[in-house]
Nanobody, 118 residues
Framework: QVQLVESGGGLVQAGGSLRLSCAAS????????MGWYRQAPGKQRELVAT???????NYVDSVKGRFTISRDNAKNTGYLQMNNLKPEDTAVYYC????????????WGQGTQVTVSS
């Protein structure tokens, strides 16, 4: 089992920065893929970025060059550094920890609100 708690959301002006954290409990976090997702009002949840257990990142095109995903397996914590924020980044951001090989698992945090004002 993995439990995830996000923090670091808030209200920021366009062009500003925020750093989200995802604190995990459980023994498999360091071997799981970690991802950040977001859901804006009236829209489906969408992928933002993922990072493998060895630290290889992937980003959706809309955040490339602005967001950086990272993880500290020793601290069981993942991060999403968000720079040059835009109003369209406004959403609830969720952390996900998962693996598709045994022992399989798929865990989500409760989300943290990010609001970017223009």
């Amino acid at each position: 089992q993995v439990q995830l708690v996000e923090s670091g959301g808030g209200l920021v002006q366009a062009g500003g920065s925020l750093r989200l954290s995802c604190a995990a409990s459980g023994s498999t976090f360091s071997t799981n893929i970690m991802g950040w997702y977001r859901q804006a009002p009236g829209k489906q949840r969408e992928l933002v970025a993922t990072i493998s257990n060895s630290g290889s990142p992937n980003y959706v095109d809309s955040v490339k060059g602005r967001f950086t995903i990272s993880r500290d397996n020793a601290k069981n914590t993942g991060y999403l550094q968000m720079n040059n924020l835009k109003p369209e980044d406004t959403a609830v951001y969720y952390c996900r920890s998962y693996r598709f090989v045994a022992p399989t698992g798929d865990y989500w945090g409760q989300g943290t609100q990010v609001t970017v004002s223009s």
